[in-house]
């Protein structure tokens, strides 16, 4: 008995620690100012070490989808042009999506690795491992289901800060002037930057 107990509490000890990393997982909202003809992302460094991503490559997904040049300043980023804080957050979080969280356990215990020339995500909490290639793959095909122009019927998810309706579409945010958190809405796309859509209620 008395080694059966001995090899009970060593192979306990061994069990790897359960990761609750996701229950304190929150994403720091952009502070962001205006700065003649640029946007000053000022606590980027801080929205960086909470994802504990690569800053230059966050900063070159962002300017990517916000369709602009950017550069690094000390903790600072600044894009070329006028972009709103929801904008800001919901690129933060369209990369969150694609780069960081675990889509086996929702875990944003994850690292970004090579194999073969392919990004992998692979989650020290579950072990799933998942080609970055192949989801951009995909969201690059999504681009073609939303265009400028179009109506499309949503459902509003959130408000954002300014008041506007939030809605998902796919990979594209779709912000709606007007619109109501639970509301069913037919509405026209009037602007696409990156993976941000602007519409109007039909």
């Given amino acids: 008995m008395d080694d059966y107990e001995t090899l009970l509490n060593r192979a306990i000890q061994q ?5 609750t990393t996701d229950e304190r997982f929150v994403v720091p909202e952009a502070k962001l100012f205006s700065e003649g003809k640029t946007t000053v992302l000022d606590n980027f460094s801080n929205i960086v070490s909470v994802l504990h991503r690569d800053p230059d490559h966050v900063m070159k997904y962002l300017t990517r989808e916000l369709g602009t040049a950017g550069k690094l300043e000390g903790g600072r980023a600044i894009f070329q042009g006028r972009f709103t804080r ?10 969150v999506d694609e780069y960081v969280m675990c889509s086996e356990c929702n875990r944003p215990d994850t690292t970004l690795g090579k194999m073969e020339r392919v990004l992998i995500l692979q989650c020290s909490a579950c072990g799933a ?28 998810e959130a408000v954002g800060s300014k008041g506007d309706g939030i809605a998902k579409f796919d990979k594209f945010t779709i912000f709606v002037p007007g619109a109501a958190k639970g509301q069913t809405l037919s509405v026209k796309i009037k602007k696409i930057s990156g993976y941000l859509a602007f519409a109007e209620k039909v």
């Fill in 15 to 19: 069990l790897p620690e359960e990761r």
């Fill in 86 to 95: 929801d904008q800001m957050d919901a690129n933060v979080q369209n990369y």
């Fill in 129 to 156: 491992h998942r080609p970055v290639k192949k989801r951009q793959t995909t969201a690059v095909k999504a681009v073609l289901t939303l265009e400028e122009g179009g109506t499309y019927e949503i459902n509003i």
